[in-house]
């Protein structure tokens, strides 16, 4: 191995010591997950690319959803409808908030609220995970 590649895997075999998942790409170009690597000088690694939650867009909401803060208790706000969304919250002491995907908060504050479709038994990220594969 030569003090170049060396160089090129010491951040991965970093991450592998670190226990992130570890990459190899495959002869079709792909990538796949691998769990022991032998960082070979005759294979390509990476390290996986974590998976980014992108928050919903108003109409991905599921009708009759309920929503709240992530690992909070408060209900923040029902789904109704799909054809007119606004998420309503309590700002503080500001009171309630009616807010649509037109708002420069809308992302933020989606990205920290979870939903249950179940009556508030599970609760899950509002949004899709979305990562490079």
Request: with cysteine; net charge neutral.
């Amino acid at each position: 191995m030569t003090l170049q590649r060396a160089a090129e895997l010491l951040p991965i075999i970093k991450a592998f010591s670190d226990g992130k998942k570890i990459q190899i790409q495959t002869a079709s170009n792909h990538w796949l997950d691998i769990h022991n690597p032998e960082f070979t000088d005759h294979a390509t690694y990476r390290i996986a690319p974590e998976p980014k939650l992108k928050p919903w867009k108003p109409e991905e909401f599921p009708v009759g959803a309920l929503l709240r803060v992530k690992n909070g208790t408060d209900l923040v706000s029902s789904i109704l409808a799909k054809s007119s969304i606004a998420i309503t919250y309590c700002a503080g002491n500001t009171g309630i908030r009616h807010l649509s995907a037109n708002d420069s908060s809308y992302e933020k504050l989606v990205s920290n609220l979870e939903h249950s479709t179940d009556g508030g038994k599970t609760w899950l990220p509002c949004g899709v995970m979305e990562g490079d594969q």
